[in-house]
């Protein structure tokens, strides 16, 4: 008996031996598969990201040696440059203007798209179609659109006997046609996420509220909506990060201009690293475009409670 359960043991201590062998195998094979990732993530996400927080403490042209300042980047952005707070500003208009416009045109084609209708794909891919489209040809085609003299917008407007305005030329209209471009650049993206929360809802719901009398409002009201908020919260989120960081846009159809009217927070920091060679107050800049970005997603997050409906 004894010579059996010694047996028995030692049998069992090679399987396990075993299983742990082909246990690190897997997990050798495993890494091998995903090191090229790793590496790629680690190269060009987490050391630029390193290289960015050391350089907001130094005073740096991305050539010579670069000298520790400490905070003085950060504190010189509030105090000796008042470019920082306009393009702030000019970042917040942006902003508050698009994310309504994109998020309720883009409702309106959700609540269209989704009806049975013939030819209804079609529709679809057409809104779609500009969100996916480069942001550098949009940018060329609509600033010839907006050409005072002879470009398309203009003539329209002129076959209505309406004189139209210098648009990209004018500081009051430059930041409005680029909001303009925008929404209908974006709208395609909260469409396609709200089609998709529409296409789930659960179809017991508009049924009992159709047998109880309740009209198209109503259902969209106290149905439809409150069902979505989960989606719009998403968009919320989304559309403030990529609308606090729009450049494309400026960049192709403005320059900033005129007089900086249309020069936003993104802009500025490609200005101040490639233009003046202040690599260093760039990443300074950028820090606090993080932050700012940071704290109010994760207001928004705070807030679902007392807005977000998850059925």
Not at 63 to 72: C, D, E, Q
Not at 105 to 128: E, N, Q
Not at 214 to 243: D, E, K, V, Y
Request: charged residues 10%.
């Amino acid at each position: 008996m004894a010579t059996i359960t010694m047996a028995r043991e030692t049998s069992s201590a090679v399987n396990t031996t075993d299983v742990r062998r082909a246990r690190r195998r897997q997990n050798l094979t495993g890494w091998l598969f995903i090191s090229p990732i790793v590496v790629g993530v680690v190269a060009f996400q987490f050391f630029p990201i390193l290289v960015s927080i050391v350089a907001s403490l130094t005073d740096w042209n991305g050539i010579s040696a670069p000298k520790f300042v400490g905070l003085k980047n950060f504190s010189e952005m509030f105090t000796d440059d008042p470019l920082f707070l306009q393009t702030f500003k000019n970042t917040v208009y942006f902003t508050l203007a698009t994310i309504p416009l994109t998020i309720g045109i883009g409702l309106v084609l959700a609540l269209l798209c989704a009806r049975p209708i013939r030819g209804v794909a079609f529709f679809r891919t057409a809104y779609f179609a500009p969100y996916v489209t480069n942001v550098v040809a949009i940018g060329f085609v609509w600033f010839w659109f907006f050409q005072p003299d002879n470009g398309v917008i203009n003539g329209l407007l002129n076959q209505l006997g309406i004189h139209g305005p210098q648009w990209l030329s004018s500081s009051s209209w430059a930041m409005p046609a680029v909001i303009m471009v925008s929404v209908w650049q974006g709208i395609g993206y909260p469409m396609i996420i709200l089609l998709a929360g529409l296409q789930g809802l659960p179809s017991e719901f508009f049924e009992s509220a159709k047998i109880d009398g309740a009209g198209a409002w109503q259902r969209l009201r106290f149905i439809t909506l409150p069902l979505l908020t989960p989606h719009f919260l998403f968009l919320l989120i989304t559309q403030f990060i990529s609308s606090f960081q729009v450049f494309g846009l400026i960049y192709v159809m403005t320059k900033g201009g005129p007089g900086h009217a249309t020069s936003v927070y993104i802009y500025n920091i490609y200005q101040n690293a490639f233009s003046y060679g202040k690599i260093g107050y760039a990443s300074a800049m950028a820090w606090i475009l993080f932050a700012v970005i940071a704290a109010v997603t994760f207001l928004q997050w705070k807030l679902q409670k007392r807005w977000v409906f998850y059925s």
